[in-house]
């Protein structure tokens, strides 16, 4: 697999750099760390952190910025950030008012997570958390207990970052998150596997007539391999499974991402919007809402993902169409 990268070893390192190079207006790195933090002037509300393992970007230093994340800890390729980066990042980004963790379900992000917010609180700083589980295509997997966290991640950016905006008390924020979190849901599929940078061979291989639905934002192996299908049986398939997720009736509103997975073309990913929407009139389902790019990306794996938001409460609404300012929103 070609890459256009100096040593593997370096190259989250040198991504940030980069990445605080095209936008310096915007963010900062703290020095030796992977640590995005916006530029704002501290103003005393809740502070809002995530992170993980790089090769998903934008998530999360794409979100970093007024309205959405106060700072974004990036670890190694598919790696979670170490507590004491974490730590570093809740420390610097907190504003007196506490700070709020947004995890993705993986074991890795769990752990390391949990155990920067004990180290945050013997500090004496405010630390809750929520953790994302939106991917319902398989429970358990490869690096997770019970079902991961994925594309879904960026709309509880989103809310949560508009809430800690509007002055939200952290308490007011996780009882907000904790409800989020069941109306989320996201299922993908694979055209091709994903190689890590210093790699030679992909996490899998399929066919070039082969997808494979719902795999992982790692290559994490999904539920079903069959022969490629037209993108309206690939969006049937996937907004079926999600559509059951939830108790709908006829004229309940949602929004939706359409996300690539990092070699996909917007093209494509137009395309299956265009059927996405059919397929929910079909339904009597109304979309509010939508959201189509690459936002939670597996490097350059070709496939998508397809989240559903139930729009149960109006501040959703309200809080994804706010302004923010950040790299990717």
Avoid at 189 to 202: D, E, H, I, K, R
Avoid at 287 to 296: H, T
Avoid at 301 to 314: A, H, I, P, R
Wanted: glycine residues 10%; hydrophobic residues 40%; charged residues 20%.
């Amino acid at each position: 697999m070609k890459k256009i990268v100096n040593d593997p070893s370096n190259i989250v390192d040198e991504m940030l750099q980069g990445m605080i190079i095209g936008h310096s207006e915007l963010i900062q790195r703290i020095p030796e760390t992977g640590i995005i933090q916006r530029k704002t002037e501290k103003s005393g509300k809740v502070a809002i952190i995530s992170g993980g393992g790089s090769g998903h970007e934008p998530a999360h230093a794409g979100f970093v910025g007024e309205g959405m994340l106060s700072a974004a800890v990036c670890g190694a390729v598919f790696t979670s950030p170490t507590p004491d980066q974490i730590l570093e990042a809740i420390k610097a980004a907190n504003e007196g008012a506490g700070v709020f963790m947004i995890i993705k379900n993986y074991s890795g992000d769990i752990m390391n997570f949990e155990m920067a917010q004990e180290l945050a609180e013997m500090e004496g700083i405010e630390v809750a958390s929520v953790v994302v589980d939106d991917d319902i295509a398989v429970e358990d997997s490869l690096y997770t207990q019970g079902k991961r966290g994925v594309a879904g991640t960026i709309l509880v950016h989103k809310i949560v970052g508009y809430a800690a905006q509007q002055g939200k008390s952290i308490t007011e924020i996780k009882e907000l998150a904790d409800n989020l979190i069941p109306n989320i849901k996201s299922i993908g599929l694979a055209l091709t596997g994903v190689t890590t940078p210093g790699s030679t061979q992909p996490s899998f291989v399929l066919a070039e007539d082969e997808i494979e639905y719902g795999v992982g934002i790692h290559g994490e192996p999904g539920y079903r391999r069959e022969k490629l299908q037209t993108s309206h049986n690939l969006a049937n398939e996937l907004l079926t499974k999600l559509v059951n997720e939830f108790d709908v009736k006829p004229s309940d509103r949602f929004a939706v991402i359409v996300n690539g997975l990092g070699g996909t073309p917007l093209m494509e990913q137009y395309v299956f919007t265009n059927d996405v929407q059919q397929l929910m009139d079909e339904r009597k389902l109304s979309v509010d809402y939508y959201k189509i790019g690459n936002y939670m990306t597996s490097l350059e794996m070709q496939g998508l993902s397809l989240t559903l938001l139930y729009l149960e409460n109006d501040f959703y609404i309200e809080a994804l169409n706010a302004p923010v300012t950040t790299i990717s929103w």
